[in-house]
């Protein structure tokens, strides 16, 4: 399993590279889910393509803004930005609106132009909940499928399957550093009216609001989705889905990725993170070598949960339990 890390600075890269990151993404402030684009935009985009390729890592921009207000000009300046980046090299793009794809086709056809030259991974923005999902978006090209955070492995074993036999990659986040578990592509928790809240998971287990105004006349419809959204994931204790035991059975599963995305994070936090979750990975590798699948689930967990709690050493990988102390 490869690890993905976000990057938001130039100077980011090398020792992202360093940590164990096999990819870096990032996004532009104009395009992305998330307003926390590249420093330096996209000036700097073409120097981190540069940097990272030196390093031998795959660089993906996210263009995974789900709704888009085009007017004909704007529309046309945006396919015509989107081709310009990918002749810069950009690896692979992450998109969640096949719209966006279908004006490059149509804007390529007319122009008689080559399509992207990039790979497409389809954004946990625009979530696969089934393997017929997987057989629809297939049609568009996509060569990763980004699992959304509200399945667990049991739940996408069918989506799994259906990538396997389509040669589409499989990309999850990690359990403890996902941040926003929103409820799906169409969340506009993001952007009620001018203001704006989230569900998100703190420090503890407990779903909560980010600490964000909310338009009075949104707070009673915000309540209610939030206690669906909760009973969903968590059904009044710890997250049910996003979890130590997922994340072990992803691996064993066979995908091929796993990423972070707090963009914002300071370098060293990054860093830190990239080793934690190859630690993880490690330590799951470790374990089924050592054990066996079984037993090793049964340890993974009981060393992921105490770590959890206590926090997760800053260096290294964690040691490693036997079975007989999970047990």
């Given at each position: 399993?490869?690890?993905i890390?976000c990057?938001s600075?130039?100077?980011?890269?090398?020792a992202?590279?360093?940590a164990?990151a096999?990819?870096l993404?990032?996004?532009?402030d104009?395009g992305?889910?998330v307003?926390?684009?590249?420093?330096g935009?996209?000036k700097a985009?073409?120097?981190?393509?540069?940097?990272?390729?030196?390093l031998?890592?795959?660089?993906?921009?996210?263009?995974?803004?789900m709704?888009f207000?085009f007017a004909g000009?704007?529309r046309?300046?945006?396919v015509e930005d989107?081709?310009?980046l990918d002749?810069?090299?950009?690896d692979n793009?992450i998109v969640?609106?096949?719209?966006?794809?279908l004006?490059?086709?149509?804007?390529c056809?007319?122009q008689?132009?080559a399509?992207?030259r990039?790979?497409?991974h389809?954004?946990?923005?625009q979530?696969?909940?089934n393997?017929?999902?997987?057989?629809f978006f297939?049609r568009f090209?996509?060569?990763?499928?980004?699992?959304?955070?509200?399945?667990?492995?049991?739940e996408?074993?069918?989506i799994?399957?259906?990538?396997?036999k389509?040669?589409v990659?499989?990309e999850?986040f990690?359990?403890?550093?996902f941040?926003?578990?929103?409820?799906?592509?169409r969340?506009?928790?993001h952007?009620?009216?001018?203001k704006?809240?989230?569900?998100c998971r703190?420090a503890?287990?407990?779903l909560a609001l980010?600490?964000?105004?909310?338009d009075?006349?949104?707070?009673g419809e915000?309540?209610a989705?939030?206690?669906r959204?909760?009973?969903?994931?968590q059904?009044?204790g710890?997250s049910?889905i996003?979890?130590p035991?997922?994340f072990?059975?992803f691996v064993?599963?066979?995908?091929?990725?796993?990423?972070?995305?707090t963009r914002?994070?300071?370098l060293p936090?990054?860093v830190?993170?990239?080793?934690?979750?190859?630690?993880?990975?490690r330590?799951?590798?470790?374990?089924i070598?050592?054990y066996?699948?079984?037993?090793?689930r049964r340890?993974f967990?009981a060393?992921?949960?105490?770590?959890d709690r206590m926090?997760?050493?800053?260096?290294?990988?964690?040691?490693?339990p036997s079975?007989?102390a999970?047990r």
């Amino acid at each position: 399993m490869k690890i993905i890390s976000c990057f938001s600075r130039l100077g980011e890269i090398a020792a992202l590279a360093e940590a164990g990151a096999a990819e870096l993404y990032c996004g532009l402030d104009q395009g992305s889910f998330v307003d926390a684009g590249l420093d330096g935009g996209r000036k700097a985009l073409e120097t981190a393509i540069v940097r990272a390729h030196a390093l031998g890592l795959g660089i993906t921009l996210a263009v995974n803004r789900m709704q888009f207000d085009f007017a004909g000009a704007e529309r046309r300046r945006f396919v015509e930005d989107l081709l310009a980046l990918d002749r810069l090299g950009i690896d692979n793009f992450i998109v969640a609106n096949p719209a966006i794809l279908l004006m490059v086709n149509e804007h390529c056809a007319r122009q008689g132009l080559a399509g992207l030259r990039a790979g497409l991974h389809l954004s946990s923005v625009q979530p696969c909940f089934n393997h017929l999902a997987v057989r629809f978006f297939q049609r568009f090209g996509f060569r990763r499928l980004i699992l959304s955070n509200q399945l667990s492995c049991a739940e996408a074993i069918p989506i799994l399957r259906a990538c396997r036999k389509a040669g589409v990659e499989t990309e999850i986040f990690d359990y403890i550093f996902f941040g926003c578990p929103y409820i799906n592509g169409r969340c506009d928790f993001h952007a009620l009216g001018t203001k704006s809240a989230a569900p998100c998971r703190p420090a503890g287990s407990a779903l909560a609001l980010k600490a964000r105004p909310l338009d009075p006349r949104r707070s009673g419809e915000v309540a209610a989705i939030r206690e669906r959204f909760a009973a969903r994931m968590q059904r009044g204790g710890p997250s049910r889905i996003s979890n130590p035991a997922s994340f072990f059975d992803f691996v064993v599963q066979g995908v091929q990725y796993v990423k972070f995305g707090t963009r914002m994070d300071p370098l060293p936090e990054k860093v830190r993170k990239v080793r934690l979750i190859a630690a993880k990975v490690r330590l799951v590798q470790t374990l089924i070598e050592r054990y066996g699948v079984a037993p090793a689930r049964r340890a993974f967990l009981a060393q992921a949960r105490k770590l959890d709690r206590m926090g997760w050493p800053r260096e290294g990988a964690a040691p490693l339990p036997s079975p007989a102390a999970a047990r």
